[in-house]
């Protein structure tokens, strides 16, 4: 049972190039989350999905989209790299027992880093 | 808006105790804790309900005023293996579930011998 894998662990873009950091989950879990972590900062939404087909804005979703095409997989793609995203990027994928009891599942990180 | 953890950091030796607060502007249905230990992602703690119900780690006990909207995470007796960062997520009351959890800015423990 792997849980939550990203890849790539870490990448090196230029300023304007676009890549996708890639998210799986199999755990059948319909909630998922991109996260970005600065220093100082904590961690900030970019965007969710409460399923397959829909997905939405979080607190910072400029500069970034994503889709969900499957439960396991939620992409989050970079249109054209900025230094300002530089960051560590966790997808979480979020588990939800009923009676408001929920637990977040988070993958190991991507280190992006726009030069 | 983020939820407004202090302190940002705190340092203690082992065997003391700590608390960490969490304050949302926001009205919350539950509070999550994570700790993250450095070059790692994060992992879950403990969820406090709207309602007063608790559930998650049995040596970490936590509390959530929901009049407040101050949540506090209780650590005794700290271990060395207590070390790291510790975020409260905020799942506001009136927009969707656990997928919008809004994250404090951490607090940094440090345990020394």
């Known amino acids: 049972n792997a849980g939550v894998t990203q890849t790539p662990k870490f990448q090196v873009l230029k300023t304007g190039q676009s890549m996708t950091l890639q998210c799986a989950q199999d755990m059948n879990h319909e909630y998922m989350s991109w996260y970005r972590q600065d220093p100082g900062m904590g961690l900030r939404l970019i965007h969710y999905s409460v399923g397959a087909g829909i997905t939405d804005q979080g607190e910072v979703p400029n500069g970034y989209n994503v889709s969900r095409s499957t439960t396991e997989d939620f992409p989050l793609r970079l249109l054209s790299a900025a230094p300002s995203q530089t960051s560590v990027y966790f997808c979480?994928?979020?588990?939800?027992?009923?009676?408001?009891?929920?637990?977040?599942?988070f993958g190991q990180g991507t280190r992006l880093t726009v030069v | 808006q983020q939820p407004v953890q202090s302190p940002q950091a705190v340092i203690l030796r082992e065997g003391e105790d700590a608390v960490i607060n969490c304050s949302s502007s926001k009205a919350l249905y539950s509070v999550h804790w994570y700790r993250q230990k450095h070059g790692e992602a994060p992992v879950f703690l403990m969820i406090l309900l709207k309602g007063g119900e608790q559930k998650g780690h049995e040596k970490i006990s936590a509390s959530f005023n929901e009049k407040k909207q101050q949540s506090s995470l209780y650590l005794t007796a700290s271990q060395l293996s207590y070390s790291g960062t510790y975020f409260c997520?905020?799942?506001?009351?009136?927009?969707?579930?656990?997928?919008?959890?809004?994250f404090g800015k951490g607090t940094k423990l440090t345990v020394n011998p």
């Open positions: 997520g905020g799942r506001p009351l009136t927009q969707g579930g656990s997928e919008k959890l809004v």
């Open positions: 979480a994928s979020i588990r939800n027992a009923g009676t408001g009891y929920t637990e977040a599942f």
